[in-house]
């Protein structure tokens, strides 16, 4: 059975590190800490709806009469079941290692105290997990359409056929099968739960690209501030310099 892991929200470590946060007047840390929990609560939700419809689409396959239509289908969700669970795992280890910074934040924190420096998370090293789970919904989406494509195909000559599954018999393995009419309404179900997967791995895909974007972005921001507290000390070190000169003449 799959470990379940905590939600990132329900984790007490979370509440712990966003309370240093605001104690010690974190402003920006925090709207970026706080930035990143959303999206990954988000994509923990996400995960779960998809897995939850993909579990309903199985259960209307189990339900078919025929073993081809059923036996082709099974193999092509079973494929997109294996990247979503591939995804899933990058979520979640992004989550431990979240996590672990957290604490290691908190640790240092209660070690140096009031008087030490306030260590947080740095959001910009979590691009490659984001990368990651990216490629996981990119591999699921492809092959989720693959589903859909399948479905369309059978149902249509379904649809065409009098006698409903003999032309989609035919298509499936070279020669014409008897079966049950209650497969064309099953069918209809799993085409339409097909789509709504599908629909929802393209959005969640959009959401990564967005959020790999915006930890870009925040990236920039970070070398911009980089190089102007740089030039700011080397400004102020040079002024030092001629400070002693004058006061040397």
Do not use: W
């Not at 934040?105 to 998370?121: D, N, P, R, W, Y």
């Amino acid at each position: 059975m799959e470990k379940q892991i905590p939600k990132i929200n329900d984790e007490p470590i979370v509440h712990e590190y966003i309370s240093m946060l605001l104690d010690n007047d974190k402003k920006k840390e925090y709207k970026d800490t706080e930035e990143l929990l959303q999206y990954i609560a988000g994509m923990e939700k996400n995960f779960e709806e998809v897995v939850k419809e993909l579990h309903d689409v199985k259960e209307l396959l189990n339900g078919l009469q025929n073993p081809t239509t059923k036996m082709r289908l099974s193999s092509a969700i079973d494929k997109v079941q294996n990247s979503i669970n591939n995804g899933k795992n990058k979520l979640n280890k992004l989550k431990v290692n979240l996590i672990s910074s957290m604490k290691e934040c908190l640790a240092t924190f209660k070690e140096k105290g009031k008087e030490g420096i306030v260590k947080t998370i740095n959001v910009l090293h979590f691009r490659e997990a984001l990368k990651g789970i990216r490629s996981a919904l990119f591999d699921a989406s492809f092959k989720m359409d693959d589903v859909v494509r399948t479905c369309d195909l059978v149902t249509s000559e379904m649809r065409k056929s009098k006698n409903h599954f003999r032309n989609a018999g035919r298509l499936l393995i070279g020669r014409s099968v008897q079966h049950n009419s209650n497969d064309k309404i099953k069918l209809n179900a799993i085409q339409k739960c097909s789509r709504s997967v599908a629909s929802k791995l393209d959005s969640m895909d959009r959401s990564v690209k967005k959020m790999i974007n915006r930890i870009d972005s925040l990236e920039k921001s970070s070398v911009r501030n980089e190089l102007h507290s740089l030039k700011n000390n080397s400004k102020t070190q040079e002024m030092k310099i001629h400070e002693k000169k004058e006061q040397s003449r």
